[in-house]
């Protein structure tokens, strides 16, 4: 599946995914510091992962879910390249994931430290019960 925006385009095609990048941006966050190159690749392939392009084709950001695609699904590894950060692309790469026709009836969660107020703007809630930062979108 396609999404388009001017000068843009989100993608679940696995072809188009640009391990090399992903490995990078990945492997320099918080919560994959050192994961090597081989478990982001074969994590990417076990997901729907989405890349996030300039029209040229470079890509610019990524995401995965880990799914069913019945019932429940893990929204992991949301990044945006620095050099596109600040345009809203983040935000709307995130809505493309949401609306997936194989995801949009599934019950959303996500760990993170630090962008509750990112995904607060989806309608995910933190679960105070839980010892991680766990945050959930009920069922649509």
């Known amino acids: ?56 084709g470079t890509q610019i950001g990524f995401a995965r879910v880990i799914t069913d695609r019945t019932v429940f699904s893990w929204l992991m590894d949301v990044v945006i390249d620095d050099s596109a950060r600040g345009e809203g692309l983040g935000k709307w790469l995130v809505q493309c994931v949401l609306d997936h026709p194989d995801l949009i009836n599934t019950k959303f969660g996500l760990a993170t430290k630090d962008a509750h107020g990112l995904y607060r703007q989806f309608g995910f809630e933190t679960d105070e019960c839980m010892r991680r930062p766990v945050m959930g979108r009920p069922l649509a």
């Open 1 to 56: 599946m396609i999404w388009k925006k001017e000068g843009f385009f989100v993608s679940d095609e696995q072809d188009l995914l640009q391990i090399d990048k992903i490995a990078g941006w990945i492997g320099s966050q918080y919560w994959a510091k050192g994961r090597p190159v081989h478990v982001i690749e074969e994590s990417v392939r076990n997901s729907l992962s989405f890349g996030l392009y300039e029209s040229s």
